[in-house]
């Protein structure tokens, strides 16, 4: 497998390109397209420079970086790393951002049984994904088609 650095930019570029496969509501369509990031300088870091000077749609793409799920506020995807314990903290993320359209990622083992939507993996040295769509349709969010057939896992 690359080097820790070679995967976060890949997941950043995934993460990136994720959004543009997803069937958003109306609401997450209004003001900035926010992306947070809770504790991953890394990949924080490769998403902003990545997304610098994007637009989703008619959204300015930004990112937020938060030290604990405790910070996460209104963003339509948060990005969850692997330095958190998804599943203790699964539930305080989706309080956090209860009602809204928001895309939860992350890196963790497991974590699509405790409410990811998207959850990267490392299987046989490559880098892959698992997609949840009942987590996503929970939160109004549609998987496209074309995103599933890229994905190394998917439940239903």
Same mark, same amino acid.
């Given at each position: 497998m690359a080097g820790q650095a070679?995967?976060? =930019? #890949? =997941?950043s570029i995934f993460t990136l390109s994720f959004i543009r496969h997803i069937g958003w509501t109306e609401s997450a369509k209004e003001g900035d397209f926010v992306i947070g990031v809770v504790r991953d300088r890394e990949i924080s870091d490769w998403m902003t420079k990545l997304s610098k000077g994007k637009k989703f749609? #008619?959204?300015n793409v930004v990112i937020k !970086? #938060? =030290?604990?799920? !405790? !910070?996460v506020t209104?963003?339509?995807?948060?990005?969850?790393?692997?330095?958190v314990n998804f599943d203790r903290h699964a539930a305080t993320i989706a309080s956090k951002v209860n009602g809204k359209s928001t895309l939860i990622i992350t890196e963790s083992a497991g974590a699509c049984n405790s409410g990811s939507m998207i959850n990267f993996v490392i299987k046989d040295d490559k880098l892959k994904f698992e997609i949840h769509k009942a987590n996503a349709a929970k939160f109004g969010l549609?998987?496209?088609?074309?995103? !599933?057939?890229m994905a190394n896992a998917i439940s239903l």
């Amino acid at each position: 497998m690359a080097g820790q650095a070679q995967v976060a =930019k #890949f =997941k950043s570029i995934f993460t990136l390109s994720f959004i543009r496969h997803i069937g958003w509501t109306e609401s997450a369509k209004e003001g900035d397209f926010v992306i947070g990031v809770v504790r991953d300088r890394e990949i924080s870091d490769w998403m902003t420079k990545l997304s610098k000077g994007k637009k989703f749609g #008619f959204q300015n793409v930004v990112i937020k !970086e #938060f =030290k604990s799920p !405790e !910070e996460v506020t209104d963003c339509q995807v948060v990005y969850v790393s692997s330095n958190v314990n998804f599943d203790r903290h699964a539930a305080t993320i989706a309080s956090k951002v209860n009602g809204k359209s928001t895309l939860i990622i992350t890196e963790s083992a497991g974590a699509c049984n405790s409410g990811s939507m998207i959850n990267f993996v490392i299987k046989d040295d490559k880098l892959k994904f698992e997609i949840h769509k009942a987590n996503a349709a929970k939160f109004g969010l549609q998987i496209s088609s074309k995103l !599933e057939g890229m994905a190394n896992a998917i439940s239903l």
